[in-house]
């Protein structure tokens, strides 16, 4: 197994790290200022327009697509482009600068991947040049969502148009005011087979009957200027040609969208974590308790190594499991994706807790972004399917591969 990046991602990394040096780092907590000062706490800061025209320039534009979707993306494979997210995922906004950000990211794959013509040319030229975002709606707070099955918003066919009614929540991406469009995900027939149930359909932002109820907090973060959303959806009509590659194909344009969305976050999560890591050494090194430093304590040696330790463990199977899609395709690595899922969300949680300790009290403020970090990978527990179901489905085809290799194996003499 070769344990280097290719030299095409290794230019990217440093010309990424120099962005990130350069415009990224030195304005983190201006950009901070600027949402928490804001008239319109949704309203995108300008300074964000700014930075996004200068990665543009940078050629750091639309790096997730891979391959199949030249020219629209980078052409970048998954394993080529973790070390990059990772790179993002040190600064929690910094992905939106380089049009990589969630939801987006998975909305611009499935119109990429099964929207038609017209579809495309409305919605994903638009959010690949970076003018609009979009939102993702799937879970509801009536039912437990975790099984999509449950989802109880229902989309009728009257004619020419399809008729939405329901209610959402954790809607990403809803409050910004940028946000145009939604990809909701809901039943068209109720008594189909289990998985032909769901269909994925197009709801422009200010389509009559669709109301923002309120920003939905994520442990106590609202994620400004982006947010998540609970949204009503009250007799809305959309035109029939909103739908997403054909009724009852809901769950197949989830999976399209879900297996690289799910290695995506665990990829920014190892950035987060990694950066929890420096930020600890740096404090350790520089903070006098008990009058010598914290470094030459015992107990902060074993809890930097141990840190250290997980992160590797977290960010070898990641890049495990995107070479495994790049080869053989996300069905084949889905017990990877899946081990991925639950492993780097709760190391990012414990490594970034230590962090916090190191930090004492400066650790949970609004000075450091480590609180934030914190949050967002105990969100991701529960984002993209929560760790139980993962651990459920793993389990599952494991042994039903034992099982079968079992029944394989030829007798012996």
């Known amino acids: 197994m070769n344990f280097e990046y290719n030299d095409n991602t290794t230019a990217l990394m440093d010309r990424l790290n120099t962005f990130m040096d350069k415009e990224v780092y030195p304005i983190e907590q201006e950009y901070i200022k600027s949402v928490e000062q804001a008239e319109n706490r949704w ?29 629209l993306g980078a052409g970048l494979s998954n394993l080529e482009y973790a070390p990059l997210c990772e790179i993002m995922g040190r600064v929690p906004f910094s992905a939106e600068i380089f049009n990589c950000s969630a939801p987006d990211t ?13 579809q495309r040319k409305t919605w994903l030229e638009p959010l690949l040049a970076g003018d609009i975002r979009s939102a993702f ?3 509801e707070p009536e039912v437990a969502s975790s099984d999509a099955t449950n989802i109880e918003t229902a989309i009728r066919r009257e004619g020419d148009e399809y008729v939405i009614n329901g209610r959402k929540w954790y809607t990403s991406g809803a409050m910004n005011t940028n946000c145009k469009v939604m990809i909701v995900m809901g039943k068209t027939d109720f008594d189909a087979p289990r998985h032909q149930q769901q269909s994925q359909i197009l709801v422009p932002m200010d389509t009559p009957g669709v109301t923002v109820v309120r920003p939905m907090a ?27 590659h054909g009724e009852g194909r809901g ?6 969208r879900l297996g690289p969305g799910r290695i995506h976050h665990c990829m920014r999560l190892i950035g987060c974590a990694q950066r929890a890591l420096d930020m600890a050494c740096s404090r350790v090194d520089s903070r006098i308790a008990f ?16 840190m250290y330790c997980e992160i590797e463990q977290a960010r070898l199977l990641t890049l495990k499991a995107a070479d495994k899609m790049d080869r053989y395709g996300n069905k084949v690595a889905r017990d ?26 400066a650790g949970t403020s609004q000075d450091l972004p480590l609180a934030a970090m914190y949050a967002y990978a105990r969100t991701i527990r529960l984002a993209d399917g929560p760790d139980q179901v993962h651990m459920m489905q793993l389990g599952k085809n494991l042994i039903a591969e034992t099982a079968a290799s079992r029944r394989n194996e030829v007798p012996s003499d």
């Open 106 to 118: 998975g909305n611009m794959e499935v119109l990429a991947k099964y929207g038609s013509e017209t």
């Open 137 to 139: 709606a799937m879970t």
């Open 218 to 244: 994520a442990m106590g973060y609202f994620d400004e200027p982006i947010g998540h959303a609970e949204v009503l959806f009250d007799n809305v009509r959309v035109p029939a040609d909103h739908l997403i």
């Open 291 to 306: 009058g010598r430093p914290l470094a030459k304590q015992q107990s902060v040696r074993e809890s930097i190594a141990s």
């Open 336 to 361: 990877l994706i899946a081990a991925i899922k639950i492993v780097a969300p709760a190391m990012a949680c414990r490594v970034i807790d230590a962090s916090i300790q190191m930090h004492g009290a």
């Open 43 to 71: 309203q995108t800061p300008a300074i964000m327009e700014s930075l996004k025209a200068k990665a543009k320039e940078a050629g750091l534009w639309n790096l997730f697509l891979p391959n199949e979707y030249l020219p």
């Open 251 to 256: 769950f197949e344009v989830a999976q399209g």
